[in-house]
């Protein structure tokens, strides 16, 4: 990887501290902040209150006469039993109508009706709910009006054991993705209790991400879109911010669990059809002696009297596998880049798709193979993931990922690349050169005119200049002033650098050197030994950032929502 330069980051960072407390006072930017806290703090209160209240209610009138139902209901104990048969809410059908089940879940939604009903709305996982009535029995049991005020009373996202008897509702249940059929409840548990106030509601966290002000200064703030799950108090969208300083309401809304399931489809179908063309899977190292790729952008640690670097790419280490006899190789694992770029399309650490394969005739047998394994895995989320692409879209709406027909995939060379913007771009490219590497705008207007004139969201630009890539990168035998080294792009947004590396000692010497650095310093010289120690067989490759294809495919306005836990120059915490 790190097939291109690294990008300006005091063009990249936003994170300039604003001016406080001097002659002017408060900044607008401080004061904005200060509004926006006190609002939040006077919502919490608000809904504290509303809170107490509600239990309060309910603890008045549990007060008063016998409770026949007292078995039925209150905080799970080790000895509470509920034998009724376990359904998964995706299961349940006709052949559960007027019979009892249990069920576990989380209450995402409440209300009382008059004193003697209870509503509640229980998530099993994802977005599978249901509507829960409860009805004060006449006889007192198996439900009491104690036992439907305490039940009305339990906190929001609160896990729960009911029983139930399944029953037609009168009308399907818009609010709950299972909408035809309802719970009547005559038992409840609390297994365990929500806090007195959410840091984030469900229904905050599953609308779009409202500002990405304090993380990433650089991220399109998206429309916020009403959305299915029901959220009683009608939250706000959240910053991102909020997002991920509430981690578990942040993975518990449905959008960031379609996400991470269409995540890790992308990382199976890489793997599988890397398997099925006989590569094998390797591990390389994170942990790294020697700042490999030039120094730049590695984080450094003390390692015992030494000194360490966490690994920037497998680049080396893909290629000691080829030289080492394996003939097509792939790894998945974790990246680190101490780059101070707070943009929506960097992180500290990514996960990297990696693969490096010997080549036979051409450089172009590895591009080939590449296209075919990205366009497999496009086609695989449209087969296996079209319910979670679905859900996504109707939190972040974006159009269908246009993908080329079979036998017309787009392949430029980078000079037709940058002819197609001179000639058809907007106005300030008018004069790009063919030997100068693009700019993030200039990839995405060329993109932009891609789709037009293409009908695809997916190509491939070929032929990078010399200057553009690394010291390892071949240059094109026929022009060396451009390298046999590609790009791939989604969305007019990079996911991908490879190309064909130099396999042999002497002119991989002669390129570090014309490229400034010392053939002999650490790091270096191990690595060029490697192809001095044994012939090594012309090969190539290229390194996919896992999260940005599941971000540009899903057009998420950043790649901090498709991480697991993003790592960036401002966050490394939770
Ligand atoms: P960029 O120019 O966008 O910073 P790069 O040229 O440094 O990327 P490479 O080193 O070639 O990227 O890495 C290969 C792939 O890894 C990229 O195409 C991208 O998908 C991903 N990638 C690189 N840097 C990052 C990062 N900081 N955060 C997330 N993904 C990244």
């Given amino acids: 990887m790190s097939e291109k330069p690294t990008e300006d980051p005091t063009q990249a960072s936003g994170d300039a501290p604003a001016a406080e407390g001097d002659d002017a006072g408060p900044s607008k930017k401080a004061l904005k902040k200060a509004e926006a806290k006190a609002k939040k703090e006077a919502e919490k209160a608000k809904r504290a209150a509303e809170v107490k ?42 052949q559960h109508l007027d019979k009892t089940v249990k069920l576990r879940g989380w209450i995402q939604n409440s209300r009382m009706q008059g004193a003697k009903m209870a ?3 229980i998530r099993e996982e994802r977005n599978w709910s249901i509507q829960g009535v409860m009805a ?13 005020k305490w039940t009305g009373g339990i906190r ?27 719970l009547h409840i005559t038992k409840c548990y609390l297994i365990a209790s929500g806090p007195e106030v959410l840091g984030m509601t469900l229904g905050a966290a ?45 993975k518990r809304a449905p959008v960031q669990q379609a996400i991470a399931d269409i995540r890790m489809t992308v990382r199976k179908l890489f793997a599988e059809f890397l398997e099925s063309r006989d590569f094998v899977q390797f591990e390389p190292p994170c942990l790294i002696g020697a700042a490999s790729e030039g120094g730049a952008n590695v984080f450094g640690m003390k390692y015992f009297d030494k000194h360490a670097y966490l690994a920037q790419s497998p680049q080396f280490y893909k290629q000691f596998e080829i030289a080492g006899g394996r003939k097509r190789v792939f790894c998945i694992g974790p990246v680190f880049r101490a780059e101070n770029s707070n943009t929506p399309r960097h992180m500290t650490e990514f996960t990297g798709l990696d693969m490096e394969m010997e080549i036979e005739e051409s450089y172009v047998e ?27 879209r109707s939190v972040y709406p974006s159009e269908k ?11 430029l060379t980078f000079a037709e690349g940058q002819k197609l913007l001179r000639e058809e771009g907007p106005e300030e490219y008018r004069n790009v050169k063919d030997d100068e590497d693009m700019s993030t705008p200039q990839e995405k207007a060329l993109g932009a005119l891609i789709r037009e004139k293409y009908k695809t969201d997916f190509y491939v630009l070929d032929k990078f200049p010399e200057e553009a890539r690394p010291f390892y990168a071949m240059e094109d035998p026929a022009n060396p002033k451009v390298t046999n080294a590609y790009d791939f ?55 996919i950032g896992l999260d940005r294809v599941v971000s540009w495919y899903l057009n998420l306005p950043s790649v901090h929502l498709s991480s697991y836990y993003p790592r960036t120059p401002k966050r490394l915490l939770p």
């Fill in 53 to 94: 209240a509600r239990e309060a209610a309910a603890k008045a009138a549990a007060g008063g006469g016998e409770d026949l139902a007292k078995d039925n209901y209150g905080d799970i104990h080790h000895t509470t039993k509920v034998d009724a048969e376990k359904v998964k809410l995706k299961d349940l059908g006709e």
């Fill in 119 to 121: 509503f509640v709305e």
């Fill in 136 to 148: 004060v029995s006449p006889e007192g049991t198996p439900v009491s009006k104690q036992m439907v």
């Fill in 156 to 182: 929001l996202e609160s896990f729960v054991l009911v029983e139930a008897l399944v029953k037609k509702p009168l009308e399907p249940v818009k609010s709950c993705r299972v909408s035809d059929y309802e």
């Fill in 206 to 250: 599953n609308k779009a991400v409202a500002s990405f002000e304090d993380e990433d200064e650089t991220a399109p703030t998206e429309a916020v879109k009403e959305l299915s799950i029901t959220d009683p108090a009608g939250a706000p969208a959240a910053s991102l911010t909020t997002h991920l300083n509430n981690p578990v309401m942040h």
């Fill in 366 to 392: 590895v591009l080939e193979t590449i296209e075919s394994l990205m366009l497999y895995i496009f086609r695989g989320l449209e087969e296996k993931r079209s319910e979670e692409i679905e859900l996504v």
């Fill in 401 to 411: 990922f246009l993908l080329p027909e079979p036998g017309k995939e787009v392949r």
């Fill in 489 to 543: 792009f989604m969305r007019g947004q990079e996911i991908l650098s490879g190309g064909q590396r130099i396999h042999t000692p002497e002119a991989l010497e002669a390129r570090i050197r014309k490229k400034g650095v010392d053939p002999n310093s650490t790091g270096i010289k191990e690595y060029v030994d490697v192809f001095r120690s044994a012939g090594v067989p012309p090969h190539g490759g290229g390194g």
